[in-house]
């Protein structure tokens, strides 16, 4: 079986733009989870979505959002975009829930200048 | 909202036993813990999950007490391999909504 996939694998990007990343599950899973991963905040947990809806969010701002569509691949979209932001954006898949095993892409490296 | 807690690097000898362990005080009746593996410029990956007392795999253990505030993830024989960043997960709900949150990650470098 093929792993997750994370498109672009890196992104640059300026203060005030948009941006949209893109995560393929491993086929047969319906639950993506994305994170954020930077040296001062570690990992931390954007949000789940399941069966085209968010299930679960974490503590972000209104300016990172996502969806899922029909086949469960996933996307994640950060508007306005700050220097803070720069970071590794994490997908995971798992069969059901983010409660089983998740299975992690490799990321998309995203540096906002 | 859960808290996790873990010591920030650890070292070790090829060969020793190694045990990492992660504080959770605020972790919900329904909490799994789950510890990941995660090496430089790869996504983090699966270790072992358990819900209380002892879980064992093929590669760990997984050891968590009577009140599920701590869990310590037991790496036995550790070799170069295993140098690499290790994570705790625990999830806690926030009214209907569920949030995970991962530990601060503990460094573990594995000596010859």
């Known amino acids: 079986k093929a792993g997750v996939t994370q498109t672009p694998r890196y992104l640059i990007k300026t203060r005030g733009q948009q941006v949209t990343l893109s995560c393929s599950p491993i086929?047969?899973?319906?639950?993506v989870s994305w994170y954020q991963q930077t040296p001062g905040q570690g990992l931390q947990f954007l949000f789940e979505?399941?069966?085209?809806?968010?299930?679960n969010k974490g503590n972000f701002p209104g300016r990172f959002s996502g969806r899922q569509f029909s086949n469960s691949r996933s996307e994640m979209n950060v508007s306005t975009l700050e220097l803070g932001d720069s970071a590794l954006y994490l997908c995971?898949?798992?069969?059901?829930?983010?409660?089983?095993?998740?299975?992690f892409g490799p990321g998309t490296r995203l540096t906002v200048l | 909202l859960a808290k996790t807690t873990q010591p920030i690097s650890m070292d070790s000898y090829e060969g020793q036993e190694v045990n990492i362990t992660c504080s959770h005080n605020?972790?919900?009746?329904?909490?799994?813990i789950t510890w990941y593996q995660q090496f430089p410029s790869q996504g983090p990956r699966f270790i072992i999950q358990?819900?209380?007392t002892k879980v064992t795999n093929e590669v760990a253990s997984l050891f968590i007490p009577a009140d599920r505030k701590s869990s310590t993830l037991s790496l036995p024989r550790v070799s170069l391999s295993d140098t690499a960043v290790y994570y705790c997960?625990?999830?806690?709900?926030?009214?209907?909504?569920?949030?995970?949150?991962f530990g601060s990650g503990t460094q573990l470098t594995v000596l010859p």
């Open positions: 995971a898949s798992s069969l059901e829930t983010s409660y089983n095993e998740q299975f």
């Open positions: 086929s047969g899973h319906r639950s």
């Open positions: 997960l625990v999830g806690a709900f926030r009214g209907s909504a569920r949030q995970l949150t």
């Open positions: 605020n972790i919900a009746t329904n909490d799994y």
């Open positions: 358990g819900y209380k």
């Open positions: 979505y399941f069966s085209e809806t968010q299930r």
